[in-house]
């Protein structure tokens, strides 16, 4: 039986104690004056385990573009038999921001050939049980990496010569039409670039929406056929990620150096709505 790519609250209270499962926080929050760590500390889901996003980033020494780039097989296999996930384990991951951080972990995990992992839909929100505030002892896991599929990911060049295939972007409207950036040195879009943003994914409950829902979404945005999907530094473009693999859309590909990569280039920008 396949595991993921979603599970809900029921089903974690039903498992939470289950010795092939691991649960992570991974929460992560874009304004510096605010920690994950600090937030997992002051309560988490029982037996869960923290894992920060720098802890699965890569470094720009290494070639790699953007705020949060991509890490080696190294330094994934690493961080993930730390939090103690094996082989076979079942990993669930979550935050409270509507899986949009969350989603990363589960697009690594997959990236790195791990076959049974999920996010936690609905986050932490989700939980109604108790709360710990101990992080566990957990044994280092026997997790290996395996060589990624440098296909599923694209740098710049890739997106200059998109041919036929929609380019998404994930972020909030305002920051695609250009009216704010609070990050990046430029504002706007890569031109030719649809709104799509990660928070559209999601019902008024603060869950995904049906599968049948999502696939009419990007459907209209002309993604059936396949899309690259980016956002600020390939963190929340996951989130779109998720929702086209709840579609049935399987042919899509991050642009993993996203805005932070773009904006720091000699690119042409765009601003404002999309035409038409």
């Not at 929406?209 to 459907?219: A, S």
């Not at 805005?259 to 035409?275: H, I, K, Q, Y």
Request: aromatic share 10%.
């Amino acid at each position: 039986m396949s595991f993921g790519p979603l599970v809900d609250a029921r089903w974690l209270h039903e498992h939470v104690d289950d010795m092939d499962l691991r649960v992570i926080d991974f929460r992560w929050y874009l304004i510096a004056s605010r920690f994950g760590r600090d937030e997992y500390l002051k309560g988490h889901i029982p037996g869960a385990v923290f894992v920060d996003l720098g802890d699965v980033t890569g470094s720009r020494d290494e070639g790699n573009q953007g705020r949060h780039p991509l890490p080696t097989p190294q330094h994934f296999e690493h961080a993930m038999r730390g939090a103690g996930v094996g082989s076979d384990t079942k990993v669930v991951v979550y935050d409270d921001a509507g899986g949009s951080v969350a989603a990363r972990l589960w697009f690594l995990l997959e990236w790195f050939g791990h076959r049974a992992q999920a996010v936690l839909d609905g986050g932490l929100a989700a939980w109604h049980g108790p709360l710990e505030t101990t992080a566990p002892a957990v044994a280092p896991g026997d997790f290996r990496a395996k060589q990624p599929d440098s296909t599923r990911v694209v740098d710049f060049r890739g997106v200059e010569g998109l041919r036929g295939v929609v380019l998404l972007d994930a972020r909030a409207g305002g920051r695609y039409r250009g009216e704010a950036e609070p990050v990046d040195p430029k504002a706007g879009h890569v031109p030719g670039a649809r709104s799509a943003p990660w928070s559209d994914n999601l019902g008024p409950e603060g869950r995904f929406r049906p599968p049948k829902e999502l696939r009419h979404r990007y459907t209209e945005l002309g993604a059936e056929g396949g899309a690259v999907v980016y956002c600020g530094s390939g963190v929340n473009a996951c989130h779109d990620l998720l929702a086209l693999r709840l579609a049935g859309i399987d042919d899509v590909r991050l642009y993993a150096g996203s805005w932070s990569d773009w904006s720091n280039r000699d690119l042409p920008v765009a601003t404002g709505a999309e035409p038409g």
